[in-house]
């Protein structure tokens, strides 16, 4: 999200009060998915998008973590390394205390999109975070 209220990914839109108040929550709540490797999400360099999926009738803030180039003769160093050749830091996650907090409609993991989906519903709003393990390819 730039300064100016438009979003990278998915096109340029202005927020309203609301719009605001609701992405400062799911930013709350991914903000406490703690990582015990590296802390929580703002340690990490991440690729982020905040949105209102039509399809799901939802409001989401989906991450990945951000992926850098390898450099030639790269031989390792505990990054993880993806089909393309991008280099990340790995993380682990700690739901427990998530799951103490809201009250979940669904929480479910993809293997075949390495992706954890969270939802819950606060004040008549459906949210949910799509927190991707593997940094975006292309």
């Not at 609301?18 to 992405?23: N, T």
């Not at 399809?55 to 973590?65: A, D, L, T």
């Not at 993809?110 to 292309?138: C, M, N, T």
Request: proline share 6%; glycine share 10%; with cysteine.
């Amino acid at each position: 999200m730039q300064a100016d209220g438009t979003d990278d990914l998915k096109g340029a839109t202005t927020m309203n009060p609301d719009e605001s108040k609701i992405k400062a929550r799911l930013d709350q709540v991914l903000n406490s998915i703690f990582c015990p490797v590296f802390g929580c999400w703002p340690l990490h360099t991440i690729d982020y998008g905040f949105y209102y999926d039509e399809k799901c009738k939802c409001h989401v803030v989906e991450v990945w973590p951000e992926g850098i180039e390898a450099p030639d003769g790269y031989k390792g160093n505990g990054r993880g390394r993806t089909e393309r050749g991008l280099l990340y830091d790995p993380a682990e996650f700690e739901f427990s205390n998530l799951v103490k907090e809201i009250p979940l409609e669904h929480f479910h993991f993809s293997q075949r999109q390495s992706l954890f989906e969270i939802g819950w519903k606060e004040g008549g709003v459906d949210l949910e975070l799509r927190v991707h393990i593997f940094p975006k390819e292309g």
